[in-house]
């Protein structure tokens, strides 16, 4: 479970969990079709952050993994990461 849950602090780990997230989001929230693109955006960078920091939580309490500013650092890093990535095919679009 641990080994588990120290991949899932990582650019595609965090990823994995953004996009279950977010299929479960998209039917949970009918209205999200109709939110202009920046608020979707703002919501997935805040999640991508968000899925990283419970991640280190969850670390150090359930495998006691050590809880450090490097840590969190990291995770942030890796959510940005996985922001960036699920972004880069829209760059054009962008308003």
């Given at each position: 479970?641990?080994?588990?849950?120290?991949?899932?602090?990582?650019?595609?780990?965090?990823?994995?969990?953004?996009g279950?997230l977010?299929?479960?989001?998209v039917?949970?929230?009918?209205?999200?079709?109709?939110?202009?693109?920046?608020?979707?955006r703002?919501?997935?960078?805040?999640?991508?952050?968000?899925?990283?920091?419970?991640?280190?939580?969850?670390?150090?309490?359930?495998?006691?993994?050590?809880?450090?500013?490097?840590?969190?650092?990291?995770?942030?890093?890796?959510?940005?990461?996985?922001?960036t990535?699920?972004?880069?095919?829209?760059?054009?679009?962008?308003e």
């Amino acid at each position: 479970m641990c080994k588990v849950l120290l991949g899932a602090v990582s650019q595609s780990g965090i990823a994995a969990v953004l996009g279950f997230l977010l299929s479960w989001l998209v039917e949970w929230y009918p209205d999200w079709a109709t939110l202009a693109p920046r608020v979707k955006r703002l919501v997935l960078l805040a999640l991508c952050w968000a899925i990283g920091i419970v991640l280190v939580v969850v670390n150090w309490r359930l495998c006691g993994e050590p809880l450090s500013i490097e840590a969190f650092w990291a995770a942030l890093a890796a959510g940005f990461a996985a922001f960036t990535a699920s972004q880069a095919a829209h760059l054009r679009k962008l308003e």
